[in-house]
């Protein structure tokens, strides 16, 4: 049987996994990629948040991904009834990035995959890990399969798991834990968008929200396709009759602004219906191994900030694990759980005040005050680790506090 020896294997090429192993790739480390899919395949997670181009920018896929000409994100759109939240990325407390791109993923990853390959990193496409073994001092013994069926084994010193929805050690070493995230599902499809008007309306990124827990997506790309996509309640996504075609039909109606646009269009693929999508892990490293993107957490689709997180923890995991190749030792719990889990703290707030309603209250009530605006805008943007922010430092009672001051306000107006 075929053996390799290596000092990282990467599990999966998505933008967790090409970030980890650009970064890698440049610091002179052995290592090889094994990817189960053949690419260009599909994923959702379509719009992006500035922050994450610092981590493109830091290993070097940037001006690769420039070269494409994705639809560049400048902000976000939120509407509910005729009350309209715009955010300016341009806008924001925290100094950064303020745009972006919103990208179909098939080519998004395929672009990050082939400059990889273009410069020497070892990918294996439609190679898929099937077992990992590890030994007491950490290294380990993934057995994999090829396009041909045929296993062979990876002799690694670390592994990093970026296998996303496959969450290949999480499986495997049973560190899955139940997500705090209030249950939702989601069903989405792509349609060539002939019906798109000219001009910003025609591009910019929208959710449409519906009620407390149902909102729509609207992602404009370049090549002249949107990602339409419902969030809602497991239940009430379920209570919708027939195929995922007849589904999506039927939830289109609901959408008062966006009905007309979209209506009778094909869908480019029957809409996949993914059910109870947030996901959550016992710990985020062990001896041996890092999990990074969403291998290891996802929240919601809300906020975007799936792949921002699977880069972000990327490439933290890939210089905590040059560090250790170069004899360095490294506080994994301090240096990558307790960074990570700030991050990842902040956005579950906002994904629980959202569904709680606090953060739309927030959105939706006029006047906008700015400052409070730039600050919110910050935290859409990705910068959720700077602490001058109190819309970062104290997320966990400043949602709720103003949507209960807003509340009472009205109240009392009410009552005048
Ligand atoms: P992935 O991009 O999923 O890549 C993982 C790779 O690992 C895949 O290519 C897979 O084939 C491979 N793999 C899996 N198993 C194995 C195996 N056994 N062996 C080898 N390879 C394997 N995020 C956003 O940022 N913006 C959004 O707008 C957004 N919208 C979303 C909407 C919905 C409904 C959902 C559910 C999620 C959304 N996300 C969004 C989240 C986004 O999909 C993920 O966070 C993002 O794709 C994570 O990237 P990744 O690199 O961790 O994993």
Redesign the pocket.
């Known amino acids: 049987m075929n053996e390799i020896r290596i000092d990282v294997l990467i ?7 090409c970030v980890s192993a650009s970064y890698l790739h440049k610091q002179g480390k052995k290592i090889k990629v ?4 053949k690419f260009p ?1 599909f ?7 500035p922050r994450c181009m610092e981590h493109f920018e830091e290993v070097g896929l940037l001006d690769a991904l420039k070269d494409f000409g994705f639809e560049k994100k400048h902000g976000a759109r939120f509407l509910r009834g005729d009350i309209v939240c715009n955010f300016d990325f341009s806008k924001k407390h925290t100094e950064g990035w303020d745009w972006t791109w919103q990208a179909p ?1 098939a080519d998004f ?1 395929n672009v990050l995959a082939t400059e990889l390959v273009n410069r020497g990193v070892d990918i294996a496409f439609q ?4 077992d990992v073994v590890f030994n007491e001092d950490g290294t380990s013994v993934t057995s994999i399969k090829d396009e041909n069926n045929s296993v062979y084994k990876i002799h690694a010193k670390h592994i990093i798991d ?5 969450r ?1 050690l999480p499986r495997l070493l049973d560190l899955d834990k139940p997500s705090t995230i209030p249950e939702h599902s ?1 069903i ?1 499809t792509h349609v060539k968008d002939t019906n798109r008007p000219e001009g910003e309306e025609g591009t910019i990124i929208t959710f449409d929200v519906l009620d407390l827990d149902t909102w729509f ?1 609207v ?1 404009p790309f370049s090549n002249g396709d949107t990602s339409i ?1 419902f ?1 809602g309640k497991t239940a009430f996504l379920d209570s919708f009759k027939g195929s995922t075609t007849e589904k999506m039909q039927q939830l289109l109606k609901h959408s008062k602004y966006y009905y007309k646009r979209f209506e009778g269009l094909d869908f480019k693929f029957p809409p996949v219906h ?1 059910k109870n ?1 947030s996901k959550s892990v016992k710990q985020l490293y062990g001896k041996g191994y890092a999990l ?4 290891a957490e ?1 929240l919601d ?1 809300v906020f ?7 880069t972000e923890s990327a490439i933290l995991a890939a210089k905590l694990i040059t560090k250790e190749l170069n004899g360095e030792t490294v506080d994994w719990e301090t240096d990558y759980t307790g960074y990570i889990m700030k991050g990842v703290n902040v956005f579950s707030t906002y994904v629980k005040e959202w569904y709680t309603g606090n953060l739309q209250t927030l959105f939706f009530h006029r006047p906008e005050n700015q400052d409070v605006k730039r600050q919110i805008c910050a935290v859409l943007a990705g910068y959720v680790w700077d602490e001058t922010n109190p819309f970062v430092k104290k997320h966990d009672k400043i949602v709720k506090n103003l949507a209960y001051l807003i509340d009472m306000g009205k109240k009392e107006k009410a009552n005048q």
């Open positions: 599990i999966g090429a998505g933008p967790s996994g094994v990817e189960k899919s395949r994923v959702i997670g379509e719009s992006l948040l993923r990853d190679h898929e890990v099937v970026s296998s996303g929805y496959g290949v989601s989405f997506w992602i996509g969030v993914i999508y990074t993107g969403n291998s996802f689709p975007s900030s799936g792949v921002t997180f699977a």
